[in-house]
T-cell receptor, first 113, second 115 residues
Framework: GIQVEQSPPDLILQEGANSTLRCNFS?????LQWFHQNPWGQLINLFY???GTKQNGRLSATTVATERYSLLYISSSQTTDSGVYFC???????????????FGKGTHLIIQP | DSGVTQTPKHLITATGQRVTLRCSPR?????VYWYQQSLDQGLQFLIQ???????AKGNILERFSAQQFPDLHSELNLSSLELGDSALYFC??????????????FGSGTRLTVV
């Protein structure tokens, strides 16, 4: 099946810093999403971004589908940004949802005050 | 609020027991997806139902089963529970705008602890 690799696995930053999280995937995708899992375990959908660039406040994401990677940018980090960031993909051959999402192992981000 | 409702939020049970987790998808969504998040396996897809029919299976154990009812809510049944089944179980629903799919949204999960 499709492989999803995220880097770095862990990241500790001071409040106000910027960060870039990377997601590499091994095959063409129909769907790519970035999620934030907060300390209470909730999975929050940040971006649906199978290709192109999107921005939402201090967060932005870019997916270069032809090169099979996606980047999540977090600017001016706040302590509430702490948690685990997951990239998840749906392979193109699945026909739209039949195989579910394949998740990476995540990037554990800690923002210190 | 994702619109996907899961109950209960927490469940503690003993080994060998059986439990049922419940999910109501977003209003109008015909698909329901179940995922398991454990410390050693990470987040993995278990099973998908579409309009009452099983559509795809992932890494779901034979001791686990699911179904989707006519009102579109779904139940995940876990039996002969083992310590290793302790995990966070998520339900997800598709996000559609007309004919276009915009990915998946997740419920808040059920945290199962097997003791």
């Amino acid at each position: 099946g499709i492989q999803v690799e995220q880097s770095p696995p862990d990241l500790i930053l001071q409040e106000g810093a910027n960060s870039t999280l990377r997601c590499n995937f091994s095959d063409s995708v129909n769907n790519l999403q970035w999620f934030h899992q907060n300390p209470w375990g909730q999975l929050i959908n940040l971006f649906y971004i199978p290709s192109g660039t999107k921005q939402n406040g201090r967060l932005s994401a870019t997916t270069v589908a032809t090169e099979r990677y996606s980047l999540l940018y977090i600017s001016s980090s706040q302590t509430t940004d702490s948690g685990v960031y997951f990239c998840a993909v749906e392979p193109m051959y699945s026909g739209g949802g039949a195989d579910g999402l394949t998740f990476g192992k995540g990037t554990h981000l800690i923002i210190q005050p | 609020d994702s619109g996907v409702t899961q109950t209960p939020k927490h469940l503690i049970t003993a080994t060998g027991q059986r439990v049922t987790l419940r999910c109501s998808p977003r209003s109008g969504d015909l698909s329901v997806y179940w995922y398991q998040q454990s410390l050693d396996q990470g987040l993995q897809f278990l099973i998908q139902y579409y309009n009452g029919e099983e559509r795809a299976k992932g890494n779901i154990l034979e001791r686990f089963s699911a179904q989707q009812f006519p009102d579109l809510h779904s139940e995940l049944n876990l039996s002969s529970l083992e310590l290793g089944d302790s995990a966070l179980y998520f339900c997800a629903s598709s996000v559609w705008a007309g004919p276009t799919n915009y990915g998946y949204t997740f419920g808040s999960g059920t945290r199962l602890t097997v003791v």
